[in-house]
């Protein structure tokens, strides 16, 4: 069973996906981004299984979003993902982006 405290330890932020290009390695189709989270964390890359609901790399950028920023990072393809971006799992693959609202500061917490 999750408790409070479980939940309390996973760090949710607000970030902006400044740099977002298609990762041909990776097994399944993905992006690598580049995330801005503020002056607390400064930036941070991710690899994101995002091409299916978002097939242009470019209409991400500038998007803020909703990561995981203290699981430790994760070897895709020779790469590291140093943050999970989430999202919505719909059919066929598809990825909704969790937002936040309007003109968040980057680096905010969830909570």
Known sequence: MI???????VDLRVGTIIAA?????????????????GPELGERVSSAQLTVTYPDPAALIGRQVVAVVNFP???IAGFDSQVLVLGAMGADGEVFLLLPGPSCQNGLRIG
């Open 73 to 75: 990072p994760r070897r």
């Open 21 to 37: 290009e298609p990762f041909p390695e990776a097994r399944k189709p993905a992006y690598r981004l580049r995330l801005d989270f």
């Open 3 to 9: 408790t409070f405290d479980d939940f309390q330890r």
